[in-house]
C-alpha cells in the first residue's frame, strides 16, 4: 500500500452552486464515485448486463471509495430481471460466542474493533447476483477494481475528506493504519493511492467464486487475525454463511408501489412512513410546502418510534411487517399526527394479524439496485493484514436491551440501515431503481426521494438535489445549510426544534443515486454532496 505521484496544491472546495442536468440514455450506471461507475459501464460495453454493471461497480467501490465500503461489507439487492422482481439479503450474522453475557460491562455495542464485527456477506451476494444473473465471468467483473488496487487511482475530493475522518476516529484499531495510512496520513485529493493486496484478494475470491474468502485461505487469515485479537469470529462462522433470496415488502403510495427488503432491513421504516402519508393525502401542496414537510417529518417520527422498538431480524421479531403495514394499523398512527403541531410520537403495537449505493439498468429492461457497507465509514477499523479486507462494524446494530427483539445472540442478524429500493408502477411494470446512502437516514431519504419523484414528478436529478431533511428524536429535525429560511421559521412556528447542520451533507444527509424508466430509456440522477457519476449510453 502506498501513495504515489502526489498532484500539485489544487483548492478542492466548490465554492459556487452548480446544477447537474439529468442523464439519459438506454444503458447506465450510477453510483456515488465516477471510476467505479466508468466500471460497470465497461460491462455493458462488454456485452454484460445491469447485474455485471453493478458488481462491478460495486467491486470498484471497495477499492476507490473503502469510506464506505469494503470486501468485509454486508450487501443487499432488489433486481428486476425483465419479469419478476427479486430480494436478496446478504447481511451477516453474528459469531456464534456472542452473547448478551459477553457484553455485560457494556452500555451499547462496540461500534469499533473485533467486538464490533459480524460476518461479512458483501462477497455472498457478489457471487448470488452473478451466478444467477450475469453473463459474464466473476474474473471478468472484479478485473477492473482489481486493476484500480493494483496500479492505482487518484483519490476523489470527498471521499479524502471521508479518509482523513476515518483516520481520526480508527488509526489506532487493528489493521487499519498499515492498510490505509502507509505514510501515517490519510491521502489527500488527488494523490494516488494503490492497494496491491487487496488486488489478490479480490482475484483470489473471483477465481474461487467467493470459496476462498469463506472456507479458504482468506478465511484463515480472517480467523487468525480475529484470535490475536481476542475477536470471536471462527471457520464454522464464515462457513455458514449464504445470501438468501429473501423477496420484497411493499406499499403503495401515488400511483406506484415501493418495495424494500423485508427486515433485517430498515426499509420497513419508509414503507411505513409512505403508508402514513398516503393516509394523510399528502399531495394536496407543493412538494416545498411547509404542510407538506410537516407531514413528512411527523409521518418519519411515528414510523421511527415503532422500528426502534419492534425491528429485529425477521424471525425474532413479534410484530410482523404486515402488522406494521396494515392499512389499518397505518391509518390509527395517521391519526395521531396534528398538521398544525409537532408531536414527540412513542411506538404503537399492531393488533396480530398479520454506506455505497449502485443502480445499473440495460437495454433488455433488467434492472439493479444494490447496497453494500461498512456501515460507519470504514466500519470496525478492522483491516486483516496482507489482505485488504476491511471489517464492517454491524454488530453496533444490535441491542443489549434484555426484552428487546433485537438483542444481540450468537447466529443472528442485527436490525440494519442499509436499505436498496425499488419502485413499480401499479399496472406491475418497473418504474425506478434508487437508493440513498447514510446509515439511518437512508429510510429517510427514500421517503424524500419517493415523494419528489413518484408523487410530484421531479426528475432524479433535481430529486437528488434538493435540499434534505432528518429527523433527530423526539421535535428535533436537522437541515442543511441550504435549506430555505422561511421554510425553518415555518417549521419552528409548528413546534419543531430545528437545527441548521453546517457543511457538507455527505455526512449527515447521504447520498442518492437514482434511475428512472421512462419508455425506451433511462433517466439518471447522482447526488451532489457525493463524487458520484451517471454513466450512460
Same mark, same amino acid.
Given at each position: 500500500?502506498?501513495?504515489?505521484?502526489?498532484?500539485?496544491?489544487?483548492?478542492?472546495?466548490?465554492?459556487?452552486?452548480?446544477?447537474?442536468?439529468?442523464?439519459?440514455?438506454?444503458?447506465?450506471?450510477?453510483?456515488?464515485? +465516477?471510476?467505479?461507475?466508468?466500471? &460497470?459501464?465497461?460491462?455493458?460495453?462488454?456485452? %454484460?448486463?445491469?447485474?455485471?454493471?453493478?458488481?462491478?461497480?460495486?467491486?470498484?467501490?471497495?477499492?476507490?471509495?473503502?469510506?464506505?465500503?469494503?470486501?468485509?461489507?454486508?450487501?443487499?439487492?432488489?433486481?428486476?430481471?425483465?419479469?419478476?422482481?427479486?430480494?436478496?439479503?446478504?447481511? &451477516?450474522?453474528?459469531?456464534?460466542?456472542?452473547?448478551?453475557?459477553?457484553?455485560?460491562?457494556?452500555?451499547?455495542?462496540?461500534?469499533?474493533?473485533?467486538?464490533?464485527?459480524?460476518?461479512?456477506?458483501?462477497?455472498?451476494?457478489?457471487?448470488?447476483?452473478?451466478?444467477?444473473?450475469?453473463?459474464?465471468?466473476?474474473?471478468?467483473?472484479?478485473?477492473?477494481?482489481?486493476?484500480?488496487?493494483?496500479?492505482?487511482?487518484?483519490?476523489?475530493?470527498?471521499?479524502?475528506?471521508?479518509?482523513?475522518?476515518?483516520?481520526?476516529? @480508527?488509526?489506532?484499531?487493528? %489493521?487499519?493504519?498499515?492498510?490505509?495510512?502507509?505514510?501515517?496520513?490519510?491521502?489527500?485529493? &488527488?494523490?494516488?493511492?494503490?492497494?496491491?493486496?487487496?488486488?489478490?484478494?479480490?482475484?483470489?475470491?473471483?477465481?474461487?467464486?467467493?470459496?476462498?474468502?469463506?472456507?479458504?485461505?482468506?478465511?484463515?487469515?480472517?480467523?487468525?487475525?480475529?484470535?490475536?485479537?481476542?475477536?470471536?469470529?471462527?471457520?464454522?462462522? @464464515?462457513?455458514?454463511?449464504?445470501?438468501?433470496?429473501?423477496?420484497?415488502?411493499?406499499?403503495?403510495?401515488?400511483?406506484?408501489?415501493?418495495?424494500?427488503?423485508?427486515?433485517?432491513?430498515?426499509?420497513?421504516?419508509?414503507?411505513?412512513?409512505?403508508?402514513?402519508?398516503?393516509?394523510?393525502?399528502?399531495?394536496?401542496?407543493?412538494?416545498?410546502?411547509?404542510?407538506?414537510?410537516?407531514?413528512?417529518?411527523?409521518?418519519?417520527?411515528?414510523?421511527?418510534?415503532?422500528?426502534?422498538?419492534?425491528?429485529?431480524?425477521?424471525?425474532?421479531?413479534?410484530?410482523?411487517?404486515?402488522?406494521?403495514?396494515?392499512?389499518?394499523?397505518?391509518?390509527?398512527?395517521?391519526?395521531?399526527?396534528?398538521?398544525?403541531?409537532?408531536?414527540?410520537?412513542?411506538?404503537?403495537?399492531?393488533?396480530?394479524?398479520?454506506?455505497?449505493?449502485?443502480?445499473?439498468?440495460?437495454?433488455?429492461?433488467?434492472?439493479?439496485?444494490?447496497?453494500?457497507?461498512?456501515?460507519?465509514?470504514?466500519?470496525?477499523?478492522?483491516?486483516?493484514?496482507?489482505?485488504?479486507?476491511?471489517?464492517?462494524?454491524?454488530?453496533?446494530?444490535?441491542? @443489549?436491551? +434484555?426484552?428487546?427483539?433485537?438483542?444481540?445472540?450468537?447466529?443472528?442478524?442485527?436490525?440494519?440501515?442499509?436499505?436498496?429500493?425499488?419502485?413499480?408502477?401499479?399496472?406491475?411494470?418497473?418504474?425506478?431503481?434508487?437508493?440513498?446512502?447514510?446509515?439511518?437516514?437512508?429510510?429517510?431519504?427514500?421517503?424524500?426521494?419517493? @415523494?419528489?419523484?413518484?408523487?410530484?414528478?421531479?426528475?432524479?436529478?433535481?430529486?437528488?438535489?434538493?435540499?434534505?431533511?432528518?429527523?433527530?428524536?423526539?421535535?428535533?429535525?436537522?437541515?442543511?445549510?441550504?435549506?430555505?429560511?422561511?421554510?425553518?421559521?415555518?417549521?419552528?412556528?409548528?413546534?419543531?426544534?430545528?437545527?441548521?447542520?453546517? &457543511?457538507?451533507?455527505?455526512?449527515?444527509?447521504?447520498?442518492?443515486?437514482?434511475?428512472?424508466?421512462?419508455?425506451?430509456?433511462?433517466?439518471?440522477?447522482?447526488?451532489?454532496?457525493?463524487?458520484?457519476?451517471?454513466?450512460?449510453?
Amino acid at each position: 500500500m502506498s501513495l504515489l505521484n502526489k498532484g500539485t496544491h489544487m483548492d478542492w472546495t466548490q465554492p459556487y452552486s452548480s446544477a447537474r442536468s439529468a442523464v439519459l440514455g438506454q444503458n447506465m450506471v450510477s453510483t456515488s464515485q +465516477p471510476l467505479a461507475a466508468q466500471a &460497470g459501464l465497461r460491462m455493458l460495453l462488454a456485452g %454484460g448486463n445491469a447485474v455485471d454493471a453493478a458488481l462491478a461497480a460495486a467491486i470498484a467501490l471497495t477499492v476507490v471509495e473503502p469510506s464506505g465500503c469494503g470486501i468485509g461489507s454486508d450487501g443487499f439487492a432488489i433486481l428486476w430481471d425483465g419479469k419478476e422482481l427479486h430480494g436478496l439479503n446478504s447481511s &451477516g450474522r453474528a459469531p456464534q460466542a456472542w452473547s448478551p453475557e459477553r457484553f455485560k460491562d457494556h452500555q451499547a455495542m462496540p461500534d469499533k474493533g473485533w467486538e464490533s464485527v459480524t460476518v461479512p456477506g458483501a462477497v455472498a451476494s457478489w457471487v448470488a447476483l452473478s451466478e444467477r444473473f450475469g453473463r459474464l465471468s466473476l474474473e471478468q467483473v472484479a478485473a477492473p477494481a482489481i486493476e484500480y488496487a493494483r496500479n492505482g487511482f487518484p483519490v476523489s475530493p470527498i471521499i479524502a475528506r471521508l479518509w482523513e475522518l476515518g483516520r481520526l476516529r @480508527l488509526g489506532d484499531q487493528p %489493521g487499519f493504519a498499515e492498510c490505509f495510512l502507509p505514510t501515517g496520513q490519510a491521502p489527500k485529493a &488527488g494523490e494516488w493511492f494503490r492497494n496491491p493486496d487487496q488486488a489478490a484478494t479480490l482475484e483470489a475470491i473471483a477465481t474461487t467464486g467467493g470459496e476462498a474468502f469463506y472456507r479458504g485461505h482468506l478465511a484463515e487469515k480472517i480467523v487468525a487475525f480475529s484470535a490475536k485479537h481476542q475477536g470471536a469470529m471462527t471457520l464454522e462462522d @464464515l462457513a455458514a454463511h449464504k445470501a438468501d433470496w429473501c423477496g420484497t415488502i411493499e406499499q403503495k403510495f401515488a400511483q406506484s408501489v415501493v418495495h424494500e427488503i423485508p427486515p433485517n432491513g430498515q426499509g420497513l421504516a419508509a414503507l411505513m412512513a409512505l403508508g402514513i402519508l398516503e393516509h394523510l393525502n399528502v399531495g394536496e401542496q407543493g412538494v416545498d410546502h411547509p404542510d407538506t414537510l410537516h407531514l413528512c417529518i411527523e409521518a418519519m417520527k411515528l414510523a421511527f418510534a415503532d422500528i426502534y422498538e419492534h425491528h429485529a431480524e425477521l424471525e425474532h421479531m413479534k410484530h410482523l411487517p404486515e402488522h406494521l403495514l396494515d392499512p389499518a394499523y397505518l391509518e390509527e398512527r395517521a391519526a395521531l399526527v396534528n398538521r398544525a403541531v409537532a408531536g414527540d410520537p412513542q411506538y404503537g403495537t399492531p393488533k396480530p394479524s398479520g454506506t455505497v449505493y449502485v443502480t445499473a439498468a440495460d437495454a433488455s429492461g433488467m434492472m439493479v439496485s444494490f447496497i453494500q457497507s461498512n456501515y460507519m465509514g470504514f466500519g470496525s477499523g478492522v483491516v486483516v493484514p496482507g489482505t485488504g479486507i476491511s471489517m464492517q462494524n454491524r454488530g453496533h446494530g444490535f441491542s @443489549l436491551r +434484555p426484552d428487546h427483539v433485537n438483542r444481540v445472540a450468537g447466529g443472528k442478524r442485527p436490525s440494519h440501515t442499509i436499505i436498496p429500493a425499488f419502485a413499480m408502477h401499479a399496472d406491475g411494470t418497473p418504474q425506478m431503481s434508487f437508493g440513498v446512502m447514510g446509515g439511518p437516514f437512508q429510510s429517510q431519504g427514500h421517503v424524500q426521494m419517493a @415523494l419528489r419523484v413518484l408523487l410530484y414528478g421531479q426528475n432524479p436529478q433535481a430529486a437528488a438535489d434538493a435540499p434534505r431533511w432528518r429527523v433527530t428524536g423526539g421535535r428535533g429535525v436537522a437541515v442543511e445549510p441550504n435549506f430555505p429560511p422561511e421554510l425553518v421559521e415555518a417549521l419552528k412556528a409548528r413546534g419543531h426544534e430545528v437545527t441548521v447542520e453546517p &457543511g457538507s451533507g455527505v455526512f449527515a444527509f447521504g447520498g442518492a443515486q437514482l434511475i428512472l424508466r421512462q419508455g425506451q430509456h433511462y433517466v439518471g440522477g447522482s447526488d451532489p454532496r457525493k463524487d458520484g457519476l451517471v454513466a450512460a449510453y
